[in-house]
Every structure is written in structure tokens, then in C-alpha cells.
């Protein structure tokens, strides 16, 4: 026998306590001693073509890593600036960022909504059913002319009226209330001036063609007097010719000129006799008949000359 080199004391000597299959390790003294852990479940190098440099490594379903196949340059890590509770969205990268929208302001399903209503916006600014349907809602016009005004059809739609907006009257801006309404030389309305106090209204009582005459305050009345009953103007007269009636009533021409007709006598005495004057009117001749007179003015009657003469005859003789 030689010497081997070796102490005794540095001599692994055969395990007592070990599991068959199990992978060995050193204890503190350098020897041997089982780990407890099976060679099987042992995860080995992976061969070159099971790997891609830098790709994330997870689990087999034994447990063993693998390839994941995604990079970790394509790996969200944890947003660093974030406010707790607000939604999270996606930058242009594709990776979580903080939207800076909080949950609380973020609109979810309405509870309550009908179908084919209109959505409103309630006093928080979220999404609400307006109670208003669809179909009740004025879609844009396709026909229509420009500047015309909008009128409702029946079922309250709103729709062309044909009419321009240049052809509608405005408001008056100078008016006197109370006044009545003209009409411009546009067709428009404007103040007439005349205030409504002033104007005639239906007379309440009156008689179909009566002849309509003015009361005292100005307004018709019914004079009583049937039109059928009033002389219209003469169609055929001759101007400074009397009037006179005919069967019915009415005024007619007489064809005798008035300046041939003898006017009352505005300048005479009772009792004298009348004469004719160069123009043919008959004037005050300044004598009377009187029998018992004897001035110049007085005219005998033929008796009252015969007694006169006789009597001064029989004082001669």
C-alpha cells in the first residue's frame, strides 16, 4: 500500500441520508450532500433556437422557463407619473399612460333610456336620455329656397313656406299705439296716423240703403232716408235753369232760366200798382188805386173819374 496524498479527514464518505435521482451539492466542509431537489426537475441551458436574445423568459406548464417570444423592450413596466384613480390609456407606442381623465368623470351605461331616444347631456356634463325619440327630431331640409321662411307642416316638421324673408313684415319701430294699421307702397303695414278712437265702426242699427249721414260726434249714423228716395245729380240740365219736381219728387231741369224768372219785390208798397221795366220785370210804379185819394200818387177808377167830371160840369153851369 502507498500513501494517496488525502487525509482521512478530507474524505467523503458514502451518504447515509439521500434521495435516489436527487442533484448533489457541498455542505460547508466541501463534501457532498443531497439537495433535496430532483434531477428532473433541474431546468437545463436552453439550446440556441429555443431563444431570442433580450425576449422575456416564463414558465413551461412543468415549470421550466421558455421564450415568451416578446421582447422586453415591448414590456410595460410601471407608469412612474400616474394619479391614483384616473383611467389609463395607450400612448403611441402602444404602452399604459396616465389619461389624466378620472374614473369618477368617466360616463358609463345610462340605467334608464328608451330606445331610439336622443341623448342629452345632464348638469355633471354625462350622457342622459333627452325623453325625446328620433323620429320626432327635424332632419335638413332637401328642398327649400334660400332666405325663405320656415313654417311647420302637420306633423310639427319645420318645411319651406315659399315666402322670403325680405317679404315679411317686421316689427314697427315708430308707431303711435292705438293708431290704425296702412299699408306702404311695399305692401307693408306702417302707422296711419289715424288712431282707432277716430274711426267709424259698424253702425249697430241702421236700415239696408238708407242714405248714412253724421251725429254731432262725427260718426254715421242712419239718416232715415232711403237711397231710392234721394235725387241724384241731373244727367241732362242746362246751368242757371230752375228746378222743378216731377210726379215723383225729384228735381228736373224746367228749361226756364232763372235769371228770366221774377224775384220777390224786396223794395214796394202794399197797394200799389206794379209796371214792367225795360228788362220785363214787373217794379213798383209808386201809384195806387184809390178813390178817395187825391194826392198824384192816386189813381182813379173810370166811375170815380166820371162823377169827378160830372160834378165839375154841373159847378160851371
Do not use: C, P
Not at 429555443?50 to 407608469?79: C, H, L, M, P, W
Not at 311695399?186 to 296711419?192: I, L, P
Amino acid at each position: 500500500m502507498e500513501d494517496a496524498g488525502f487525509l482521512a479527514a478530507d474524505v467523503q464518505q458514502k451518504l447515509t441520508s439521500f434521495t435516489d435521482g436527487n442533484l448533489r451539492q457541498s455542505d460547508e466542509n466541501g463534501f457532498a450532500e443531497d439537495t433535496g431537489v430532483a434531477t428532473a426537475d433541474v431546468q437545463l441551458k436552453l439550446a440556441s433556437g429555443d431563444f431570442t436574445e433580450n425576449n422575456i423568459r416564463t414558465t413551461t406548464a412543468t415549470g421550466f422557463a421558455k421564450d415568451s417570444g416578446v421582447a422586453i423592450a415591448d414590456v410595460q413596466t410601471k407608469v412612474s407619473a400616474a394619479t391614483e384613480d384616473n383611467i389609463a390609456t395607450f400612448d403611441d407606442e402602444g404602452f399604459v399612460q396616465d389619461s389624466t381623465k378620472a374614473i369618477a368623470d368617466v360616463q358609463f351605461k345610462v340605467a334608464t333610456a328608451t330606445d331610439g331616444h336622443v341623448a342629452s347631456f345632464d348638469e355633471n356634463g354625462f350622457v342622459e336620455d333627452s325623453g325625446k325619440a328620433v323620429a320626432d327630431l327635424q332632419t335638413k331640409l332637401t328642398t327649400f329656397t334660400e332666405n325663405n321662411v320656415r313654417t311647420s307642416d302637420a306633423s310639427g316638421f319645420a318645411k319651406d313656406s315659399g315666402v322670403a324673408v325680405a317679404d315679411v313684415q317686421t316689427k314697427l319701430t315708430t308707431f303711435t299705439q292705438g293708431d290704425m294699421l296702412a299699408v306702404d307702397a311695399s305692401g307693408f303695414y306702417t302707422d296711419s296716423g289715424i288712431a282707432t278712437s277716430n274711426v267709424m265702426q259698424k253702425v249697430a242699427s241702421a236700415t239696408a240703403d238708407h242714405v248714412a249721414t253724421l251725429n254731432a260726434a262725427g260718426e254715421v249714423v242712419d239718416s232715415g232716408i232711403a237711397s231710392a228716395d234721394v235725387q241724384q245729380k241731373l244727367a241732362s240740365a242746362t246751368a242757371g235753369d230752375i228746378l222743378t219736381a216731377t210726379a215723383a219728387g225729384f228735381y228736373q231741369d224746367s228749361g226756364t232760366a232763372l235769371a228770366d224768372v221774377q224775384l220777390k219785390l224786396s223794395g214796394h208798397t202794399a197797394g200799389n200798382v206794379l209796371t214792367v221795366n225795360a228788362n220785363g220785370f214787373m217794379t213798383d210804379s209808386g201809384v195806387k188805386f184809390d178813390d178817395t185819394g187825391s194826392a198824384s200818387t192816386d189813381v182813379w177808377s173810370a166811375s170815380k173819374v166820371m162823377d169827378y167830371v160830372t160834378d165839375s160840369i154841373s159847378g160851371i153851369n
